[in-house]
């Protein structure tokens, strides 16, 4: 091997470690803080290491407030999210890798730039779009929003009559 190979891998890896530290040092504070006695881990400078191990406050938790219920339902739902996740995406992946369609290029485009967006950024945008179009087309005073939900009620009253 060469040894400018050698080193840049070294300084590429330090480079990472650095910041899988500098990444977890949110985490390791967090459970920190949750063991230590109130107050401290209010006092400056910030200490790390708690000075008495108080788990009073899970016991708490656990007693008055049920979380382990929700801790089993939160697992449950995750659970139920990520196999019902497994199914359609094994049987998407299946169908794009095995079968042949016409339009399967610009719907695995779709997917694609579907998969790219963070879940977050969409509800931010269909809950303003939402309010945008409840204001604009709903709202009693304006003459567009009663034509509009005139002509719903009566095509749903068409349609279920």
Do not use: C
């Amino acid at each position: 091997m060469k040894k400018g190979y050698i080193i840049r891998s070294f300084f590429i890896h330090l480079i990472a470690i650095i910041i899988a530290i500098l990444a977890l040092i949110p985490f390791v504070w967090m459970i920190s803080a949750s063991i230590m006695e109130i107050g401290e881990s209010a006092k400056f400078p910030p200490r790390f290491i708690p000075s008495k191990i108080d788990l009073s406050h899970y016991l708490f938790l656990f007693q008055n407030l049920d979380m382990a219920r929700y801790f089993f339902n939160s697992l449950a739902l995750s659970i139920l999210v990520t196999l019902i996740s497994l199914l359609f995406n094994s049987m998407a992946a299946y169908a794009f890798a095995k079968l042949r369609f016409g339009i399967k290029n610009r719907l695995f485009k779709i997917l694609l730039s579907l998969m790219i967006v963070p879940g977050q950024v969409t509800i931010i945008f269909y809950s303003e779009t939402f309010r945008i179009h409840k204001y604009l087309f709903w709202n009693n005073h304006s003459r567009y929003g009663k034509r509009l939900r005139n002509f719903f009620v009566k095509t749903i009253h068409d349609v279920y009559s």
